[in-house]
């Protein structure tokens, strides 16, 4: 018999919102992941935004994204790539591939994207290797109602200024972004961040570069040399962290994304696992400076990097996404969620064809690819701005070799309507785990979920087998008593679950 794990969920309890920026997204010039993926030319040679693209997010409710990097923010100077497209100064780009590109995808059609995505911008500016004057007219171009660079946005065809909620100043400064100490970095932020006005009705929500990992030291010198002098100047520090397996811990010796064993599995979910841990060591940090949670933590990169696919171009980070890029997923946004009190915003790396994409596609094909983590972030999308519930769950192991890691993974939250959604993983690649889940507070009337899970660990869809592993139906379930249902969830799978009021 298979045990039975117990899952309560208070649904009549919870304080704090999950905010919808926690489901956010990151283009980066990289590969194809622009170039190649949002941005395509038509048969006259001119470039276009792909709907089908645009309509695929939308249909995940993309509430952000972050641009235009990455390492290459560092490197980009945003006044190459306004004006006539074809006068535009091209950029070396330097950091990945040494690819030329014409610099036709630069902020007015940025722009354009996130309108059309229904999203908010995220942009990242260039500490590394531009000036605090650089950063600050792009703020006045994208936001002024007049003035020297408003001017200049008018010529460029936009009269009115945009909203700009979220900008990045910097990025990796302690590496891409220019090998910097984190008091140097420190300093240069209050300078640059000085400069960057809030325009109008604009409210800019100003995000430091933080560290890797788990690298306390960088956040507690933002805390203190920032936060603590001038604490209006930093509305949030990002922190990146990327699930990486190796069988050497070489960097540079990534196992690859598909054709792995279970020691793959295991290793990939007890990494993504980690980054509960991550967090609360940024959060103590964070908590000791500033225990009102003024300061959020913005976890603008984040997915697994694998081996660079086989024939790729490795500058291009491209990799093939499968089911257990999927648990990582599932994971890491419950992680998330529960982190949602200082946690205001993360962002998948990246995308489109780069990293752990969310689509793929191919040159001269019609269609797209969507992956795995495509799915999870639909069976998610219920979470955004929802009131976050506490769970209480009795995970179990899955035990690998000598080590052991959590069964079950979930969490839960109530929107507006009184709804409670659950999601929960199963990251057993072999048993089905039995859970019975009580709902404290509310007596459901009706539930409808959805379930991911696919034949084989590295099952992924292809432009052949585009729906190999997508969400359907998930009926395992039964109510055995008032608010009481028994689900059994799949061996390595990820369930979706609303259950509505009466
Ligand atoms: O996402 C790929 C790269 O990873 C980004 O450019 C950089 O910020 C990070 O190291």
Redesign the pocket.
């Known amino acids: 018999a298979q045990p039975t794990h117990r899952l309560v969920i208070h649904a009549d309890q919870g304080r704090v919102q999950i905010s919808r920026h926690i489901y956010g997204h990151?283009i980066?010039h990289?590969g194809y992941g622009i170039y190649g993926g949002f941005w395509q030319r038509d048969a006259q040679g001119r470039w276009h935004l792909r709907q089908d693209i645009v309509d695929a997010l939308r249909r995940i409710r993309i509430p952000n994204l972050r641009w235009p990097?990455?390492?290459?923010?560092d490197l980009y100077h945003w006044k190459d790539g306004i004006g006539p497209q074809e006068q535009r100064r091209p950029i070396l780009n330097a950091?990945?591939g040494q690819v030329v590109e014409d610099n036709s995808f630069g902020t007015h059609e940025f722009m354009a994207l996130v309108e059309a995505l229904g999203a908010e911008p995220y942009i990242a500016g260039n500490v590394g290797s531009g000036t605090p004057r650089e950063m600050a007219e792009w703020v006045e171009y994208l936001t002024a109602e007049d003035g020297p660079m408003a001017r200049l946005r008018k010529q460029n065809g936009r009269e009115q200024p945009w909203r700009v909620p979220f900008w990045g100043v910097g990025?990796?400064s302690w590496?891409?972004?220019g090998n910097m100490d984190p008091e140097y970095y420190a300093d240069l932020y209050r300078r640059f961040a000085t400069y960057l006005f809030n325009y109008g009705g604009n409210r800019l929500y100003k995000i430091a570069a933080g560290p890797?990992d788990a690298d306390t030291t960088w956040t507690s010198v933002l805390m203190r040399d920032v936060f603590r002098r001038n604490p209006g100047l930093m509305q949030g520090i990002s922190v990146?962290y990327?699930t990486w397996i190796s069988k050497t811990g070489r960097w540079n010796d990534k196992e690859p994304a598909t054709g792995f064993d279970e020691w793959g599995w295991f290793k990939g979910l007890q990494k993504a696992l980690f980054l509960d841990e991550v967090l609360r060591r940024h959060e103590a940090v964070m908590d000791r400076y500033d225990p009102e949670k003024r300061v959020g933590l913005i976890v603008d990169?984040w997915g697994m990097?694998h081996a660079p696919e086989p024939g790729s171009n490795p500058a291009f980070?491209v990799q093939q996404n499968t089911l257990r890029d999927a648990l990582v997923a599932a994971v890491s946004l419950n992680i998330f969620n529960h982190h949602a009190e200082r946690v205001r915003m993360a962002n998948l790396?990246?995308t489109i064809n780069?990293?752990q994409a969310l689509i793929l596609t191919r040159e001269g094909e019609e269609t797209i690819v969507l992956t795995p983590t495509y799915h999870v972030f639909d069976l998610y999308k219920e979470h955004q701005d929802a009131t976050l519930l506490p769970v209480e769950l009795e995970a179990g192991e899955y035990r690998y070799g000598d080590e052991a890691i959590p069964a079950l993974n979930a969490s839960a939250s109530r929107n507006a309507e009184g709804a409670v959604h659950l999601t929960i993983a199963n990251l057993d690649p072999h048993q089905e785990r039995v859970v019975q889940a009580r709902l404290e507070g509310i007596q459901p009337a009706r539930v409808e979920g959805r379930v991911l899970t696919a034949e084989a660990m590295d099952a992924h869809n292809t432009f052949e087998a585009p729906d190999r592993v997508r969400p359907v139906a998930f009926t395992a379930y039964r109510a055995v008593g008032d608010g009481v249902y028994e689900l059994r969830l799949p061996a390595r799978s990820v369930v979706a679950l609303t259950f509505y009021p009466r």
Not at 69 to 73: I, N, S
């Open positions: 990151f980066e990289l990097g990455g390492c290459f923010a950091f990945w990025n990796e590496g891409c972004g890797a990146h990327y990169e990097w980070l790396a990246q780069v990293l």
